[in-house]
């Protein structure tokens, strides 16, 4: 099983156009609106930004970002405050999400709650995981991330 393909942001959907069928410009966009709600993050204790863009199979984006609290536990990840725009918005059919956030050697992805969550709405979901620098993507898919997923999938 692969874990995914690292390309450069600016060719992207060139090669990532057969993950979700998306057009080339509509997944830059993609990683630009989750780098986007990056930076409206509420991160004061982890100083820990990150943000999130999903796109729906019918073209429309919901973004989001990581709000913390004191009390960690109502703590709600990028990834998890998208899905829930998207679906109180009537929308439940996804087909990528990109995630941004800054690790010096790594990419961040989504965490075991956001894969589950996401899965919930179906597992062929293309994941983009991007540097903030835009230096390069990781390009995935949501099986990959979540293998033998717990659910009706």
Do not use: W
């Amino acid at each position: 099983m692969s874990t995914g393909k690292v390309v450069t942001f600016s060719s992207l959907g060139m090669r990532a156009r057969g993950t979700c069928g998306c057009a080339d410009e509509d997944v830059q966009a993609l990683v630009r609106a989750a780098l986007a709600a990056r930076q409206r993050a509420y991160c004061p204790y982890s100083r820990f930004q990150v943000g999130a863009a999903l796109l729906t199979t019918d073209g429309e984006t919901f973004d989001g970002c990581n709000v913390e609290s004191a009390s960690y536990t109502p703590t709600i990840c990028a990834e998890r405050t998208a899905v829930v725009k998207a679906v109180s918005c009537g929308r439940r059919q996804f087909s990528s999400v990109a995630v941004v956030a800054h690790l010096e050697d790594s990419y961040v992805a989504p965490c075991g709650v956001c894969r589950q969550l996401l899965a919930e709405f179906g597992l062929d979901v293309a994941v983009y995981l991007a540097k903030v620098d835009l230096s390069s993507v990781l390009v995935t898919d949501l099986r990959a991330l979540l293998p033998l997923s717990f659910g009706k999938y």
